[in-house]
């Protein structure tokens, strides 16, 4: 996001603030990738459906309460959404879902062999399923949500270098256990 | 955290598909209900706030009201008895 789109955002809340009904604008403009976050997190369109208007309406309920210091107002979206996601796993007391597309996950792996490509898929939801699920928040934000690590640590509550230490410790674990090239920020 | 649980989707999430959900309306008349609800409850909080000050304010000179009651009945029980001893011809110290 360039200075200038920071800024015309920060125009849009402040409009938000004075007049609700301009709040319309920021919905539509981040409706879709809240929608998709808490979809991945769920696995099941209602219940993100449900959530994703808890959390704008959260939003809408404390646009006051939002001071911009260096994290953008998706940021701030992520990071109620991410709340409100750990909320509905409380009251339910589920496992946690994550339901990630297959094609993300094959734009994860290069592997060079093709051949084997859905063999390694198979291998890295495997994998997955054993990674602490903190651990596992921190790649969706990082790699399905193309988040920055100074995002991640505020959407999740830590610290940059935390985030950091996460994904590498778990990137780490991939590449030794699997020997597979992994695209890391769009460079292998 | 708890356990978790991977599922691999072979389909994305199109606009199309998410435009079924997107309803602002909703999200706005949800918050007009809040917004009135927050209203009611401050309302009520205001209320009951300023009942219980008049309620002290009352009980704060209810008290002090009983509070002279009690010492202009001790003065004139006082009075009576010194009268008394007066007219009994009986000495009186006052110290």
Redesign the interface.
């Known amino acids: 996001m360039s200075e200038a789109e920071i800024q015309q955002e920060y125009l849009e809340i402040e409009k938000a603030r004075k007049n609700p009904a301009a709040f319309a604008a920021l919905y539509e403009r981040y409706f879709e990738r809240i929608f998709n976050y808490i979809f991945r997190q769920t696995g099941d369109e209602a219940t993100a459906a449900d959530i994703c208007s808890g959390v704008f309406l959260k939003a809408l309920s404390n646009l006051n309460k939002f001071e911009f210091r260096g994290i953008p107002f998706a940021a701030w979206l992520y990071k109620i959404a991410s709340n409100e996601v750990k909320k509905y796993y409380r009251k339910h007391k589920r496992a946690i879902v994550f339901s990630i597309e297959e094609n993300m996950v094959k734009d994860l792996i290069f592997d060079g062999y093709d051949e084997n490509k859905e063999e390694n898929i198979e291998r890295m939801l495997e994998f997955l399923k054993e990674l602490p699920t903190e651990m596992l928040e921190v790649l969706e934000l990082r790699f399905f949500e193309g988040k920055e690590f100074k995002d991640i640590a505020f959407i999740l509550d830590m610290t940059e270098s935390g985030a950091k230490m996460r994904t590498y410790r778990a990137l780490d674990k991939l590449r030794s256990k699997f020997n597979l090239t992994i695209k890391y920020n769009g460079k292998t | ?13 199109t ?1 199309r ?2 435009d079924r ?4 309306p ?3 008349r ?2 007009e209900r ?2 009135q609800f927050k209203k009611l409850i401050k309302g009520i909080t205001l209320v009951l706030f300023l009942l219980s000050l008049f309620l002290m304010i009352y009980l704060v000179v209810k008290i002090d009201n009983n509070k002279d009651k009690i010492n202009d009945e001790v003065k004139i029980e006082l009075g009576k008895s010194t009268e008394d001893k007066i007219n009994s011809g009986s000495k009186i110290n006052i110290s």
Do not use: A, T
């Open positions: 955290m708890g356990r978790h649980e991977i599922r691999l989707r072979r389909s994305q999430m606009s598909m998410m959900y997107k309803n602002y909703e999200v706005m949800r918050f809040e917004q």
